[in-house]
């Protein structure tokens, strides 16, 4: 099927109100619908799940330091799911419902009960609650800087299916730094989260029920999903009219599977002025962007000098990245269309600051403690490959109990052929280097043995992270303190088909010891 672009205009989604107050505390409802909606103008409608009934959700506009309250509420249909469930994966195993959901906040710093633990799961009307279910109620207490945050679902076995079906939105967080930078906003502050996805002839999702080789389970979660069409904020390859003065967008890459390696067609520039949770110290030029799966990326864009120009934001990343199947240039490798045609409405007088806004910065000396985590392939019980963290599966008990309080350095030491985007719910990192290893030597001994001195981030990777890009055949170094909540959380690769077939793994943040 192929689908003309630019033939829609790009969605924006709403922003969410609060239904009330609890003791002072602004109170969200957000309700889980199954819906249908139009994704492309020739498009027969698509069966969809969203937040509000809406694919993607509506946005939340949060400020650091003032708490809120959301109460999310599941009337998904009961018994069926929209995609193929493999009841063999953990947690999707019977006698649990096959319609589970549960909401993480990603980004978000957040007490345990809120976090959105994977099996923390409530079917409709909560009838049905997975073993960690606590609150019908989270509280988010914004205890963190300015950011761009997304919620989405987790739960146990079908995250890669509930979010595919619709289940995802914005979570944008505010402060005072912010509001003195003077950057864009209103209707020039927009947010595109890209996500690709296939079709069938009637115009519902096509999601495989097995993959290519054949395996002894039906249906069978597949290693990886790369879809046929591109949409943002839920349309396919959309059109943006905009005004020749600067902009600024939340870029998402909330794909299962597919890396975005991005460029414009009018050779301009992104000025990225922040990463996945927060301000970088100061904006970063770059003509190449690369967003993995859960990756964001907050930028201006200047269409001053491009008035009466169609420009095409493109996508060159192989799939899986680094070294898989070239893009399409005509589909897979194009985006969004952005045409400078609106007459410009007043003066731009947003600025393009020069400093934005401080972190704490971590170095290996505040590090109390490293660990080796290595991301490793294996096979499940029916001969798929599984990738694992640390050679273990989300069931096997605890290994890593950070105390509260403390700096450690992580080593994702990555000796799998592909870029794993690893993602830790609850802290802000750093990215200290990455380093090539021999991975041979390490898989036959677990010694690493490095082939190269080690190589900094990129610019654009120095601002505060929860997801990074564990490049195959390197030692990923991230350092970040554990602090605010105790509790377990989860760490995971965001390519949603691993995230599901075990490369995920609790960790515990315990108390401080006493000495
Ligand atoms: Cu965006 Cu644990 O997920
Ligand atoms: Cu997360
Ligand atoms: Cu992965």
Partial sequence: ?????????????????????????????????????????????????????????????????????????????????????????????????????????????????????????????????????????????????????????????????????????????????????????GRYEVPLVIQDRSFNEDGSFFYPSQPDEPVPVFPSIVPEFFGETILVNGKVWPFLEVEPRKYRFRLLNGSNSRFYRMRFSSGQPFIQIGTDVGFLEKPVITNELILGPGERADVIINFTDFAGQHIVLTNDAPSPFPDGDPVEPNTTGQIIQFRVVLPLSGTDTSSIPTKLCAFEKLTEGDATRRRNQPLIEGEDEFGRLILLLEGLRWSDSVTDKPELGDVEIWNLINAT????????????????????????????????????????????????????????????????????????????????????????????VVEEMEE
């Avoid at 990074?468 to 605010?484: Q, Y």
Wanted: hydrophobic share 35%; charged share 25%; glycine share 6%.
């Fill in 1 to 185: 099927m192929s689908l003309e672009k630019y033939v829609d205009p790009l969605p924006l989604p709403e922003v969410i109100e609060p239904v009330g107050q609890v003791n002072g505390v602004d109170l969200y409802k957000v309700v889980m619908k199954q819906v249908e909606q139009k994704l492309h103008r020739d498009l027969p409608k698509t069966t969809v799940w969203g937040y509000n009934g809406v694919f993607p959700g509506p946005t939340f506009e949060a400020r650091t330091n003032v708490p809120i309250k959301v109460k999310w509420i599941n009337d998904l249909p009961v018994d069926n799911h929209l995609l193929p469930v493999d009841k063999t994966v953990h947690g999707a195993e019977p006698p649990n419902p096959e319609v589970r959901t549960v909401v993480h906040l990603h980004g978000g710093n957040n007490p345990m009960d809120s976090d959105g633990y994977p099996e923390a799961w409530f079917t409709n009307s909560f009838k049905q609650v997975g073993p960690f279910f606590t609150a019908k109620i989270y509280n988010y207490p914004h205890i963190q800087p300015a950011a761009t945050l997304w919620y989405h679902d987790h739960a146990i076995g079908i995250t890669r299916l509930n979010v595919y079906a619709g289940l995802a939105g914005f979570y944008l967080l505010r402060d005072e730094c912010e509001d003195q930078l003077n950057l864009p906003r």
């Fill in 417 to 508: 052929p592909d870029t794993h985007p690893i993602h830790l719910h609850l802290v802000r990192f750093q990215i200290l280097d990455r380093r090539p290893f021999d991975v041979e030597h390490y898989l036959a001994t677990r010694e690493i043995v490095y082939t190269g001195p080690p190589v900094t981030p990129d610019p654009n990777e120095r601002g505060p992270k929860d997801t990074v890009r564990a490049n195959p055949g390197e030692v990923t170094r991230i350092i970040t303190r554990f602090e605010d909540f105790t509790g377990l959380y989860p760490w995971h690769c965001h390519i949603l088909e691993h995230e599901d077939h075990e490369m995920m793994r609790p960790y515990e």
